[in-house]
């Protein structure tokens, strides 16, 4: 596009220099003027003077004579100039002698000119005196000048001075807009032309001449920067394209990944207009997701479920108007195929593409969800049942407990065990007792009220609570009585199992509450004790708990202190009792047994004791304890020199000590910290440990007996099963309980199991300890035996450390 001439920058400097050489020249010529008419006037002045001081003499000469010939004369001779038009002489009583005058001259184009600068008549008059003497005047001369004619030779001069600066300046103005068009227009024009043929969004390499470039003046720096801004430019699209190029890949990536995330994703405007989907949403409403990019959300889900879709809107409504981004916990959502799922939403608020939307994550937790249920109902309900456990009976008995106070009503607790049930499952396996168990729940939970809970604690152990039976203790005694006395008739139903008709009992225990406690801890041991004061009276029957049965309760949790108190308190210590060789006489070993020296009632029997601490779990600590001090005792012998390589000592193992995890390790680290061979320690367990669980339990002794530590079973012959079990346990030693002993040598079926297990252990390569040798006739009916060792009265009963180190000694001297 092309410049027009007076937009031309070199045109327009030239008219701004014009007009400010012709507002310069006008000043300057004004001052000139100004100045010249100054000099002109002045000059006119001196020029009247001078023309005055001539006729001056005459003029006099004529007033003083009063001879109007001269007179005549000095005017005539005055008229001859142009520029004055009349002139008098009069003497001193205004008698004129001599006057002259002319019309003045016609008004030319400057006489305004003339009136602007000398306004009214131009007059010069002059006082005629006698010898210059002025004190004495008689006469004038008075000389009346023409103005327009007396400024002519300035008005000229005004005309040469304008006429020159205007033709001054005009010749000024072309040569200016030459040297602007030359130096300043055609270079910036040939710029324009090559910026208007430069694409800014592709320069193609096209830059100003280098000529240009290095002119070293104002526009050579201009076309330098013009060039490095195309350079620059060219760099940016470069880089630009670049970027785009990446942007691009990494939108796609963008979008690959989100279409991969498991979430429903999408982002809606204020009218539900869905703007982005991912696939997982257009997934969830088996659609394409570019059809749902251009249609309402709202519309879709309305056809589904409308309420679900109302519930969305109003929280997408708050999040636009509030500005604050909004979470909708678990809530449901249909599918297009009518399933419901589970999700959180999360709402915030999302500028896209300059529009306010709501960008909606939903994760859909149904699986979660349900893991969560089925965690709960693992946490709170019975796996093989589909009954209460223990926690969430404590829960509800807690609730019933406080319903009750505050009704004055009476409830409750009946503490079920079936009878003989580990019979069950020792001769029929676990599957059949899991079904007897089904069984049994079915029918105590059939036979009860909406309002009674129907737990179970584990094994073959149930809880009912039967709430608000009355406020009359009678009352409510009665009716649970009928409850109890019904629930054992229903257990006691015959019913299919595995072929065969199998029929249950149990024993019941009956605690009521608040009466007998308002704790619910209390109340289940109450129950627990009533239950087994009913197995004690002869199974398949209820009783009801009784004072006196919280006494021994009391007396149980007082034991269970004590002991605490002996256990921080060390208050056990260490019994041996010798294990002797049958032929040799001598002691091979010991059997190391537990006391406890009570501070008040002195040394406690461990009949009293040994089952508190099982019931309470402080077996645990006090077997680790007794092991590590058996191995320390073995150490200090051995230090002393009193105590034998091949010798041992035996320790008894709790069951529950036994099914610790940690069971093995524990040993294994009280030997490494005292120094002791694995060969000096010898564990005895019972039947009923590997009963309980015989897998795990000949896995553990196989890992004991790989180090070298012997395995005893104590007491053979009185669990269930035993042989089933012996040719599969891992065992060094059978000891044969005392039951057996006692009587061998005058019961002949004594003397027949024993000699039956004599024979056994030869067979299987074990050897045997005779426990409960109280007399010589014992004696001597094992020493024609192959028993090994023997243990007992006769020898000895169990010793204190200090003297069992005594017995040693006498060993070693021997």
């Not at 040569?175 to 090559?194: E, G, K, N, S, W």
């Not at 299919?496 to 608040?514: E, Q």
């Not at 006739?777 to 094992?782: G, K, M, S, T, W």
């Amino acid at each position: 596009m092309g410049v027009s001439f007076k937009n031309k920058i070199s045109t327009r400097l030239a008219k701004q220099t014009v007009a400010i050489a012709f507002l310069l020249g006008a000043l300057l010529s004004s001052l000139q003027v100004y100045l010249d008419y100054q000099n002109h006037g002045s000059s006119f002045d001196q020029n009247i003077e001078q023309l005055l001081s001539v006729s001056l003499g005459s003029a006099s000469r004529s007033v003083r004579t009063l001879d109007n010939n001269l007179a005549e004369e000095v005017v005539n001779g005055l008229m001859h100039y142009e520029f004055i038009h009349e002139v008098q002489i009069v003497d001193d009583l205004g008698v004129v002698l001599a006057e002259s005058e002319r019309a003045l001259a016609p008004h030319s184009s400057t006489y305004w000119i003339t009136e602007w600068l000398e306004p009214g008549e131009k007059t010069y008059v002059h006082q005629l005196s006698v010898d210059q003497d002025q004190s004495s005047q008689f006469g004038q001369l008075i000389i009346g000048i023409d103005k327009d004619v007396a400024l002519g030779p300035f008005y000229q001069r005004l005309v040469y001075v304008v006429s020159s600066g205007f033709i001054r300046n005009m010749l000024l103005a072309l040569i200016l807009f030459y040297v602007f068009y030359a130096m300043l227009t055609a270079p910036m024009t040939r710029v324009a032309q090559v910026m208007r043929r430069v694409n800014p969004l592709a320069p193609g390499g096209i830059r100003l001449s280098k000529a240009l470039v290095n002119r070293g003046d104002e526009l050579g720096a201009i076309a330098g920067v013009t060039n490095e801004f195309f350079q620059t430019i060219e760099e940016s699209i470069k880089e630009r394209e670049a970027s785009d190029n990446k942007l691009s890949d990494s939108l796609k990536q963008t979008r690959q990944i989100i279409d991969n995330v498991p979430h429903q994703i999408c982002a809606r405007n204020k009218d539900g207009q869905l703007l982005f989907v991912n696939q997982a949403i257009a997934d969830f409403y088996n659609m394409d997701a570019k059809t749902m990019e251009s249609v309402s959300y709202f519309d879709i889900h309305d056809r589904i479920h409308k309420e679900e879709s109302q519930e969305i809107q109003i929280a997408d409504q708050q999040v636009l108007s509030t500005g604050q981004p909004y979470f909708m916990p678990d809530h449901a959502i249909t599918d297009c195929d009518g399933n419901l799922h589970y999700v959180q939403t999360s709402l915030v608020p999302f500028q896209y593409f300059g529009e306010d939307t709501v960008l909606a994550v939903s994760v859909d937790i149904t699986e979660r969800k349900a893991a969560e249920e089925k965690v709960i109902e693992l946490a709170f309900y019975d796996s093989l049942t589909g009954l209460p456990n223990r926690n969430l009976l404590i829960d509800r008995m807690n609730l019933e407990m406080k319903r009750a106070e505050r009704h004055n009503s009476i409830g409750a607790l009946l503490f079920i065990d079936l009878d003989n049930f580990k019979a069950v499952n020792d001769s029929f396996g676990h599957a059949v007792g899991d079904q007897v168990l089904q069984h049994v729940a079915t029918q105590l939970k059939g036979s009860l009220r909406a309002v009674d809970t129907v737990a179970r604690l584990g094994g073959d152990e149930f809880l009912i609570i039967i709430p608000e039976l009355s406020s009359d203790l009678l009352e409510a005694k009665s009716r649970a009585k009928d409850i109890a006395t019904m629930l054992t008739e229903k257990i006691a139903t015959p019913f299919f199992v595995k072929n065969r008709d199998w029929v249950a009992s149990a024993s019941i225990g009956v605690a009521m509450y608040p009466v007998d406690c308002n704790d619910v801890s209390e109340v289940m041991r109450f129950a627990d004790t009533a239950m087994y004061e009913a197995k004690k009276q002869g199974r398949s029957q209820h009783v009801f708990f009784e004072s006196d049965m919280a006494s021994r309760v009391e007396l149980a949790y007082s034991l269970e202190n004590e002991l605490r108190q002996a256990v921080s308190q060390q208050q056990f210590f260490l019994v041996f009792q010798p294990q002797v060789g049958v032929q040799e006489g001598v002691i091979q070993g010991a059997e190391v047994l537990i006391r406890w020296r009570h501070p008040e009632r002195g040394v406690v029997p461990p009949f009293e004791f040994i089952p508190v601490l099982e019931s309470s779990g402080l077996i645990q600590e006090v077997g680790k304890w007794l092991i590590f001090e058996s191995c320390q005792c073995i150490r200090d012998w051995q230090n002393q020199g009193l105590w034998q390589e091949d010798a041992w000592l035996s320790v008894n193992v709790s069951p529950n000590q036994f099914y610790n995890p940690s069971f093995v390790d524990d040993v294994l680290a009280a030997l490494k910290i005292t120094g002791v061979k694995p060969e000096c320690l010898e564990l005895e367990i019972t039947e009923g440990i590997v009963i309980g669980d015989t897998e795990n339990t000949i896995k553990k002794l196989q890992k004991l007996r790989s180090h070298g530590i012997r395995v005893a079973m104590d007491d053979f012959g009185t669990g269930y099963s035993s042989l089933s079990y012996l040719k599969r346990i891992p065992l060094d030693v059978l000891k044969i309980d005392q039951s057996f002993v006692r009587d061998v040598t005058v019961d002949k079926t004594d003397k027949a199991i024993v000699e039956a297990i004599l024979a056994m252990s030869i067979s299987l390569d074990l050897e045997v300890v005779a426990e409960g040798i109280e007399t010589k006739e014992h004696y001597l009916f094992f020493k024609g035996t192959r028993c090994h060792r023997y243990q007992g009265y006769l020898y000895s009963p169990p010793v204190e450390a200090s003297f069992f180190k005594e017995m040693l000694k006498e060993i070693v001297v021997a």
